[in-house]
Structure formats: structure tokens, C-alpha cells
């Protein structure tokens, strides 16, 4: 049970360049996040998903855009990187009851990305 | 959601209590306060959650007054591996709205 992996843990981006992080679970969880964390600025939502096939943007969702195609799976894209979008993204699972939002969150490594 | 306000950081030794404390004054009848823990290079774990006056679990101490217009997260006798930042989050259990709020967090630094 590996629970949340992130891919790839580091990458370096030139301005412009498109990429897509990888996040898988295996957990059968329901819910997934993206988080960015910024130093000095904790946590905040990009776009979260409450089940296959449905998306819905978070706090910061300019620049991003995700898809859920398979349960366990949840993709980060960056289709033109900027150097704001440098940051460590978090995703995260879980499995809330219904209508629970505080169902505890399962989080990934992390991965660092770095835009030149 | 409520709003949090919780010290910047915070330092320790080895073995003592620490005691953070989180302000949410408008906070809701219907909201939960959990606290996440995140170390260096990790993301954050769940810790503890309660609504009302204490919850124990083998982690950590929630205490939460009468008013709830505060909380605060007691860790006994720390160890070097304590050293991390604490997030306090203040939600409802059932929503609509699935927008978390980390904010910055108190960094602990535990010192032998």
C-alpha cells in the first residue's frame, strides 16, 4: 500500500514549456487535490476533484488544468509554465463521507518545480 | 470559512510541553478545528480534530474552550523529531464548499 505518489519529485522548466505531474492513490480514495505551497504561504487549492471524471477549480486555478479520467489517478497540467509557477505541489486523498469535507486529507511527497 | 490566526513559531527543548494556539473568532456552529502536522520535505499529516473541550489521541492534546473562539494543540514532551509546522484549520464537517485552508502554519523547532 503505497497510499499518495507524486511523479516526478523534481523538474526544471524553461518559461513557456508545458508539463503534467502525476498523481496516483491507492487507497480507493473518492476525493483528489492539488495544493501549491509557496514559502511563508502554506497551502493553497489549485483544483480538486470529488470523483471520476469531474474536476472543479480551487483557490488558484489560473494556468492549471487537471483531469480525473481514472479514480486513482489525478493529473496537473501546466500548459505555458511561468516563473509564479514556481512552487512545491502537494497532491492530496481522501475518502469523506458524504457530504464531509474534513475527512482527513492524505498527502504526497511533494514535487519541487522549478521555472527558468 | 473561519478565519485562523496562529503564532508564526515557535522554539523548544527536548522533552518539554509545547502549546500552540489557534485564534478563530468567528469561528461557526457547525465548524471542526483540525490541526495537520508538516515536516521538512513531506506533506501534511492529519493529527487530531475536535469540536468541543478535549480530545486525546496518542499524538497529540486538543483543548477547546467553552466558546471555541480558540483552540489549543498541546504536544507532551517533544523530541528533535517533533520539529515541524502545524497548520490549524477551522471547517464544517459536511459541505459544499471542499476549500481547506492551510494558511501558513506555526513552525516548531525542538532543540536538544
Request: proline content about 5%; charged content about 15%; aromatic content about 10%.
Given at each position: ?15 513557456g ?5 502525476l ?6 480514495h473518492?476525493y ?8 511563508g504561504?502554506?497551502?493553497?487549492l ?15 486555478p489560473d494556468?492549471?488544468n487537471v ?7 489525478f493529473?496537473?497540467g501546466?500548459?505555458?509554465?511561468a ?12 475518502s ?6 474534513q ?14 | ?12 527543548y ?14 461557526a456552529t ?5 490541526w ?6 513531506q ?9 468541543k473541550t ?9 483543548f ?8 489549543t494543540?498541546?504536544?507532551p514532551?517533544?523530541s ?6 502545524y497548520?490549524?484549520?477551522?471547517a464544517?464537517?459536511?459541505s ?5 485552508s ?11
Amino acid at each position: 500500500n503505497a497510499g499518495v505518489t507524486q511523479t516526478p519529485k523534481f523538474r526544471v522548466l524553461k518559461t513557456g514549456q508545458s508539463m503534467t505531474l502525476l498523481c496516483a492513490q491507492d487507497m480507493n480514495h473518492e476525493y483528489m487535490y492539488w495544493y501549491r505551497q509557496d514559502p511563508g504561504m502554506g497551502l493553497r487549492l489549485i483544483h480538486y476533484s470529488v470523483g471520476e471524471g469531474t474536476t472543479a477549480k480551487g483557490e488558484v486555478p489560473d494556468g492549471y488544468n487537471v483531469s480525473r479520467l481514472k479514480k486513482q489517478n489525478f493529473l496537473l497540467g501546466l500548459e505555458s509554465a511561468a516563473p509564479s509557477q514556481t512552487s512545491v505541489y502537494f497532491c492530496a486523498s481522501s475518502s469523506p463521507r458524504s457530504g464531509v469535507v474534513q475527512e482527513t486529507q492524505y498527502f504526497g511527497p511533494g514535487t519541487r518545480l522549478l521555472v527558468l | 470559512l473561519a478565519k485562523t490566526t496562529q503564532p508564526i513559531s515557535m522554539d523548544s527543548y527536548e522533552g518539554q510541553e509545547v502549546n500552540i494556539t489557534c485564534s478563530h473568532n468567528n469561528i461557526a456552529t457547525n465548524d471542526y478545528i483540525t490541526w495537520y502536522q508538516q515536516f521538512p520535505s513531506q506533506g501534511p499529516r492529519f493529527i487530531i480534530q475536535g469540536y468541543k473541550t478535549k480530545v486525546t489521541n496518542e499524538v497529540a492534546s486538543l483543548f477547546i474552550p467553552a466558546d471555541r473562539k480558540s483552540s489549543t494543540l498541546s504536544l507532551p514532551r517533544v523530541s528533535l523529531s517533533d520539529t515541524a509546522v502545524y497548520y490549524c484549520l477551522v471547517a464544517p464537517l459536511r459541505s459544499n464548499d471542499y476549500k481547506l485552508s492551510f494558511g501558513a502554519g506555526t513552525t516548531v523547532t525542538v532543540r536538544a
